[in-house]
C-alpha cells in the first residue's frame, strides 16, 4: 500500500485535510477579490503601475474597510493604513524594512502608517527576488523610488480633482495632501478611492527626491519583525503549521553520492507514533534530490527517535572519498610549481621580478567552513491534486520553484511557494535541496509535511566554503614599492573543467587593476563534497591572504601599513570605467583614511598590543578595518576593537547598517578564530557546534561603524564588510608578537580565545 493510501484512511487525517481545504478556499477567496482587478505591475525591473484595485464612486471615500491597490507595492486603506510589499526574502539582512522605507520616502508617508508585508513570489512582477550578492538594495533602489514617487502623483492629482487646483499646488508629507493657499488638507486614506481609480503617471512624469529633501532614509528605523521576532511569533520556516500535519526526516549518505542499498523499514514502520518509512532515490542533483530513506511521523520528536533506529547499508561506489589530509599535502606539493593555467596577467611580470629591488613569497591557507546558520534547514509541503503548495525558507524562491517542478516532473505553475523568514542564509539557502526533499516526500505521503533537519544534518550536508592555497610572490622596486604581484590559486573543481562554487577568482579581485605587473595562476584538485557561495564569496577568503600579505610587503619594506596602502590606491580612478560596482581608488583611500583615524593608528600601545589594517573591495563595497588586538604570555588572544569604515553610497537604513557591519565583524571573526571544517573519506569530521566551536559572547569585541555616505547609487552591505575581517586580526597579531600568521583557523596556529 502507498503511503498516501495508507494516510489517507485514517479519518481524523481527512477530516483535518477537509478543515485545510475550507480555510485555504476562503483565504483565497479574500485575497481574490483584490488581486481579480489588479493589473501586471513591473516587468524586467521595469515599473508599471496598475490602474486601480477597488473603484468607490464618492469624489472621497471613507468607507471602513476598503483598501485601494496603486501599484504592485503600495495598498492604501481607507483608515490611512500605508500597506508596502517586501519584495526579497528577509534573512536578516534587513531588507523586510528597508526596502518599504524606499518606497515611503518617496511616497511621503508617515512612517507610522506603515504595515510591510511580504510579496508573493512572482518575478514576472517583482524582477529579481532573491537574496544574495549584496544586490538587492542596488537593483531595486530605483524601481522601488519610483513605485512610490507615483503613488504619491496619483494622491496629489486626486487631491487637485477635488480641490479644482493645480496639481503643482497639493504638496505631500506626513501622508497628508495639503494645498497652503486655503489651508485644505485630506489625509491618504480620505483620497485612495479617488487616487486609485486615475490613470497611471508615465514614468517621465515621476519626479524623484533628491538627497537633501530625504526625511527617512538615512534615520534609524527598527525592523519591521523585531516584535515579533522577539516575542516568537511564527515568522519562520521552523514554525509552520498546517491542519493534519506530518512530520518528516530525511536520512543521506554521509558521503556525498551515496545510494540506498538496504534499509531496516518495516522495523521502522512498527515504531510509536510512525506513520511510514521509504526510499528515494533522488535525481542525482546535489542541490536537489539526492538518495535518502525518509521516516514520517506524528511528531518530529518521534522522527528522530525512530531515526536513532535506524540501520541503511550504504552503495558507495560513486561516492566523495575526499580526503582533507591528502588534498593539503597535494596543494603544499603543487604550490611549489607553475599553474595549471594562467587565468590573468597584465604587463610583464617576470621582467619586474628580474629587475625587482627585493622579492618575497609566502604561502597561506585557509580551512573549509560551514554555513552553520541558527535555523537548521526545514521546508513544509503539501502535494495534492498535482499541485504542490510550499512554506519555504529560502534565499532563492524562483529557483526552488523550478527545482521542485524538475524533481516532481510537473509544470512550474503547479508549485506555489511561500517565502517565510529565514533563520539565517548566509549563502546556503541559495540551494534548495531541503525544498526538493519535503517536495518529493509529500508527494509520497499525500498529506501535509515538514521536514526538519538536526544540526547534524546542516554540519553534514552542507555547500560549504571551499578551502583554497595560495602561493604568493611579490617584489619591492628601489623606493620600496610594490612592483609587481604574482599567485598561483590552488582551489578545486567537481567536474575537472571550472572551479567549484565560491571556490572561483573572479575578474577584477583585488588586487587586480591596482599593480601594472600582476599574473594568476590556477591549478584545480578534483572535489566530491558540495561547495556553495558563503558570505562575501570569495572574497571572504581571498582577502585574508591577499591584505595579509600586502602587510607582509609593507614590513618588508619597513613602511608604515597605510602609507603603504595609500600609495597603492594612486589617483582616483575607476579600475573599470563605466561599471558602477567597480572599485575607485579615491573611495578605497577614504576609507583606509578613516578606518585608521578613527582607531588611533600610529598612537603608542603597550607591549603584546597591536592595531593592524586590512581593506577590501567587494560586491560593490569599499571597506577598511582596524582590529585591536593583545596576547598575553599564554598565547591567549583578546580583539579588544574593530574600527569599520565603508563605503556604500548613501545609507538607507541607519540601524540596518550598523547592524550589517557588526555582524559581519562577528561572523567574520568566529570563523578567523577556531571554525575548519575537515574532510575524511568523504565524511564531514565535525557533527555540532562542541567541534565546531561558535564564538561566544564573551569573546566579542566592541565594533565601531563609520560611513562614508558618498552621492554614488547605493550598494548592499550583507556582504562587503566581512573579507577585511581576518586579515585585519592578523596583522594586528603581527604587529603585537611579530608572528606572522598564514594558516587559518587562529587556534590551529596555537591561539587561545
Wanted: proline share 6%.
Amino acid at each position: 500500500m502507498k503511503a498516501g493510501e495508507r494516510l489517507a484512511r485514517d479519518p481524523n487525517i481527512r477530516a483535518a485535510f477537509r478543515e485545510a481545504d475550507e480555510r485555504l478556499n476562503s483565504a483565497w477567496e479574500r485575497v481574490s477579490r483584490r488581486t481579480f482587478l489588479k493589473l501586471t505591475g513591473l516587468a524586467g525591473g521595469g515599473l508599471t503601475l496598475a490602474a486601480c484595485s477597488v473603484k468607490g464612486t464618492d469624489p472621497v471615500s471613507t468607507e471602513p474597510g476598503k483598501d485601494y491597490e496603486f501599484n504592485e507595492f503600495v495598498n492604501v486603506g481607507s483608515d490611512g493604513t500605508i500597506l508596502i510589499y517586501s519584495k526579497t526574502p528577509e534573512i536578516g539582512q534587513g531588507i523586510k524594512t528597508s526596502f518599504p522605507m524606499i518606497v515611503a520616502e518617496e511616497l511621503d508617508a508617515d512612517w507610522n502608517d506603515v504595515v510591510v508585508e511580504q510579496a508573493r513570489i512572482d518575478t514576472a512582477v517583482y524582477g529579481r527576488q532573491r537574496a544574495g550578492g549584496s544586490r538587492s538594495i542596488a537593483t531595486a533602489w530605483n524601481q522601488l523610488r519610483e513605485a512610490g514617487a507615483a503613488a504619491r502623483l496619483m494622491l496629489r492629482r486626486a487631491a487637485a480633482e477635488t480641490w479644482q487646483v493645480p496639481v503643482d499646488e497639493c504638496l505631500t508629507a506626513n501622508s497628508v495632501v495639503t494645498h497652503e493657499a486655503t489651508g485644505r488638507r485630506l489625509t491618504y486614506g480620505e483620497l485612495a478611492d479617488k487616487a486609485a481609480a486615475l490613470p497611471v503617471p508615465d514614468k517621465a512624469e515621476l519626479r524623484l527626491k533628491a538627497r537633501d529633501e530625504y526625511t527617512l532614509i538615512g534615520e534609524r528605523i527598527t525592523g519591521v519583525d523585531n516584535e515579533k521576532v522577539v516575542t516568537g511569533q511564527p515568522l519562520f520556516g521552523t514554525d509552520q503549521s498546517l491542519p493534519g500535519m506530518l512530520y518528516a526526516s530525511y536520512s543521506k549518505c554521509p558521503a556525498t553520492g551515496g545510494r540506498v542499498a538496504a534499509a531496516n523499514l518495516d522495523d521502522i514502520r512498527a515504531l510509536p507514533g510512525i506513520r511510514d518509512a521509504f526510499v528515494l532515490e533522488g535525481n542525482d542533483l546535489v542541490s536537489e534530490l539526492m538518495p535518502g530513506v525518509a521516516i514520517i511521523g506524528d511528531s518530529t520528536w518521534e522522527t528522530q527517535q525512530a531515526r536513532a533506529h535506524l540501520s541503511i547499508d550504504w552503495d558507495e561506489t560513486d561516492a566523495s572519498k575526499d580526503s582533507l589530509s591528502s588534498i593539503t599535502a597535494e596543494a603544499a606539493r603543487l604550490s611549489k610549481e607553475p599553474g595549471a593555467e594562467v587565468l590573468y596577467e597584465f604587463g610583464d611580470v617576470e621582467q619586474a621580478f628580474t629587475g625587482a629591488a627585493r622579492i618575497h613569497e609566502a604561502f597561506y591557507s585557509y580551512p573549509f567552513v560551514s554555513h552553520a546558520p541558527l535555523e537548521p534547514q526545514n521546508c513544509t509541503a503539501w502535494y495534492r491534486d498535482g499541485a504542490i503548495e510550499i512554506w519555504a525558507p529560502t534565499q532563492s524562491p524562483d529557483q526552488a520553484i523550478g527545482s521542485v517542478a524538475n524533481v516532481l516532473g510537473i509544470p512550474r505553475e503547479k508549485v506555489t511557494l511561500h517565502v517565510t523568514r529565514v533563520g539565517g542564509g548566509f549563502g546556503r539557502r541559495l540551494m534548495n535541496d531541503y525544498v526538493c526533499e519535503v517536495a518529493a516526500i509529500a508527494r509520497q505521503v499525500g498529506a501535509p509535511v515538514k521536514l526538519q533537519w538536526t544540526r547534524e544534518d546542516d554540519m553534514a550536508h552542507d555547500f560549504y566554503r571551499p578551502a583554497g592555497y595560495h602561493a604568493l610572490r611579490a617584489a619591492l622596486d628601489t623606493s620600496g614599492s610594490l612592483s609587481a604581484w604574482q599567485d598561483h590559486f590552488i582551489t578545486f573543481t567537481h567536474d575537472g573543467k571550472a572551479p567549484v562554487r565560491g571556490g572561483d577568482m573572479r575578474p577584477g579581485e583585488f588586487p587586480e587593476g591596482i599593480i601594472d605587473d600582476y599574473k594568476v595562476t590556477q591549478t584545480l584538485l578534483p572535489l566530491g563534497t558540495p561547495c556553495g557561495p558563503w558570505r562575501s564569496p570569495r572574497s571572504n577568503a581571498i582577502a585574508f591572504a591577499v591584505q595579509s600579505f600586502i602587510h607582509e610587503m609593507a614590513n618588508v619594506a619597513e613602511r608604515d601599513h597605510v602609507d603603504f596602502l595609500l600609495e597603492l590606491m594612486g589617483e582616483p580612478r575607476w579600475l573599470d570605467p563605466g561599471n558602477p560596482r567597480a572599485m575607485n581608488t579615491g573611495r578605497a583611500a577614504a576609507v583606509i583614511k578613516l578606518a585608521a583615524e578613527k582607531a588611533g593608528w600610529g598612537q603608542p600601545l603597550p607591549e603584546g598590543r597591536g592595531l593592524g589594517l586590512a581593506f577590501y573591495f567587494s560586491h560593490a563595497g569599499h571597506f577598511a578595518e582596524v582590529a585591536d588586538v593583545s596576547v598575553d604570555a599564554d598565547r591567549k588572544l583578546t580583539v579588544h576593537r574593530v574600527t569599520v569604515a565603508g563605503d556604500v553610497g548613501p545609507i538607507v537604513n541607519m540601524s540596518g547598517a550598523e547592524n550589517q557591519c557588526q555582524g559581519s565583524v562577528m561572523d567574520g571573526l568566529s570563523t578567523t578564530l577556531g571554525l575548519e571544517i575537515t574532510i575524511e573519506n568523504g565524511r564531514v569530521q565535525e557533527s555540532n557546534f562542541h567541534q565546531y566551536p561558535i564564538m561566544r559572547m564573551h569573546n566579542a569585541p566592541i565594533v565601531d561603524v563609520h560611513f562614508i555616505q558618498s552621492d554614488y547609487p547605493p550598494t548592499g552591505l550583507g556582504e562587503p564588510a566581512l573579507p577585511p575581517l581576518a586579515p585585519a586580526v592578523c596583522n594586528a597579531i603581527f604587529a603585537a608578537t611579530g608572528q606572522r600568521v598564514r594558516t587559518l583557523p587562529l587556534s590551529k596556529e596555537g591561539f587561545k580565545v
